[in-house]
């Protein structure tokens, strides 16, 4: 369980980074997005065939189904999100997104027979507290409502993907990223091909940061996450998980030097205490 744990924070750094390494990028989001699966996708499939893993997972029908449905939700999520950004900002945008694990603790009981307690919610309330006080200051600027509409999608993609991946039971670790990751990049290349049709461009410019956004933010954070997301309560992904828009907010103000207000600072104070309050304080087994 600890190793869990340490998985999903280290893939939880590694995404709050995907704003940084994509900032330098002159590509649409599509195409960002695209790439970005592709190489990710391609980098463990390559570690999967060298380390002799196998493929016997590819037998575990119901699994597997669950597994791709958990996939084509990543790529649908993701492609929602990257549109939310153009459409309305990326703080109004997060926001929305991070509305998912709203549905996914809302929906733990009844999915996963998971008790609420009284710790989680409260934890729960402080950790969305703070992330209105982190991102909520652009709310007032308004935008298109396509693109809040696409800001609720990527929330139930979101919700989606995790609550699907913690019922693909059997497929854990490299296999399970690898199956994810993959059927997010179909999803990603079916619908880019759609919207702009196939003159996908290569960053020639900017080829460095692209490489490190598809192998290490996308590819290494994806194994993380997959890999122990299956091993911990949909209660505290949820819960934890908003510790990554809350890294988005200070890599920004320490790499890209933008300001950090007193709201900001209060609301990152609630998401990193209601996280530790609702993950640390355990009700007393006699009041169950």
């Given at each position: 369980?600890?190793?869990?744990?340490?998985?999903y924070?280290?893939?939880?750094?590694?995404?709050?980074?995907?704003?940084?390494?994509?900032?330098?990028?002159?590509?649409?989001?599509?195409?960002?997005?695209?790439?970005?699966?592709l190489i990710?996708?391609a980098m463990l499939?390559?570690?999967?065939?060298?380390s002799?893993?196998?493929?016997?997972?590819?037998k575990?029908?119901?699994?597997?189904?669950?597994?791709?449905?958990?996939?084509?939700s990543?790529?649908?999520?993701?492609?929602?999100l990257y549109?939310?950004?153009?459409q309305?900002g990326?703080?109004?945008?997060?926001?929305?997104?991070?509305?998912?694990?709203?549905?996914?603790?809302?929906l733990?009981?009844?999915?996963?027979?998971?008790?609420l307690t009284?710790?989680?919610?409260?934890?729960f309330?402080?950790?969305?507290?703070?992330l209105?006080l982190?991102?909520?200051?652009?709310?007032a600027?308004?935008?298109?409502t396509?693109?809040l509409?696409?800001?609720?999608?990527?929330a139930?993609?979101?919700?989606s993907q995790?609550i699907?991946?913690?019922?693909?039971a059997?497929?854990?670790?490299?296999?399970?990223?690898?199956?994810?990751?993959l059927?997010?990049?179909?999803?990603?290349a079916?619908?880019?091909?759609?919207?702009?049709?196939?003159?996908?461009?290569?960053p020639?410019?900017?080829?460095?940061p692209?490489?490190?956004l598809?192998?290490?933010?996308?590819?290494?954070?994806?194994y993380?996450?997959?890999?122990?997301i299956?091993?911990l309560p949909?209660?505290s992904?949820?819960?934890?998980?908003?510790?990554?828009p809350?890294?988005?907010?200070?890599?920004?103000?320490?790499?890209?030097?933008e300001?950090m207000?007193?709201p900001?600072?209060?609301?990152?104070?609630?998401i990193?205490?209601?996280?530790?309050?609702?993950?640390?304080?355990?009700?007393d087994r006699?009041?169950?």
């Amino acid at each position: 369980m600890k190793t869990a744990y340490l998985k999903y924070l280290l893939a939880l750094v590694l995404f709050g980074l995907n704003g940084i390494v994509a900032a330098r990028i002159a590509l649409s989001s599509y195409e960002t997005v695209f790439w970005r699966t592709l190489i990710g996708s391609a980098m463990l499939a390559a570690i999967l065939v060298a380390s002799r893993q196998g493929f016997a997972f590819l037998k575990l029908r119901r699994s597997l189904v669950f597994l791709t449905a958990g996939g084509v939700s990543m790529g649908v999520s993701w492609v929602f999100l990257y549109e939310a950004y153009q459409q309305v900002g990326v703080s109004v945008a997060t926001l929305e997104y991070y509305f998912g694990p709203v549905l996914m603790m809302l929906l733990s009981p009844i999915l996963f027979r998971e008790k609420l307690t009284w710790a989680k919610l409260a934890g729960f309330a402080a950790v969305l507290a703070g992330l209105f006080l982190v991102n909520g200051g652009s709310l007032a600027q308004g935008g298109s409502t396509w693109g809040l509409v696409c800001g609720g999608l990527s929330a139930v993609g979101l919700a989606s993907q995790v609550i699907c991946n913690k019922k693909a039971a059997g497929i854990t670790g490299l296999a399970n990223a690898t199956g994810q990751l993959l059927t997010a990049f179909l999803t990603v290349a079916v619908f880019t091909c759609v919207k702009t049709g196939f003159a996908i461009t290569w960053p020639a410019d900017d080829w460095a940061p692209m490489l490190v956004l598809g192998v290490v933010n996308t590819g290494a954070g994806c194994y993380f996450y997959y890999s122990s997301i299956g091993r911990l309560p949909i209660q505290s992904v949820a819960i934890c998980g908003y510790l990554e828009p809350l890294l988005a907010v200070v890599f920004s103000v320490i790499l890209l030097g933008e300001a950090m207000t007193v709201p900001m600072l209060i609301g990152a104070a609630l998401i990193l205490g209601g996280a530790a309050f609702g993950e640390t304080i355990r009700p007393d087994r006699r009041q169950d």
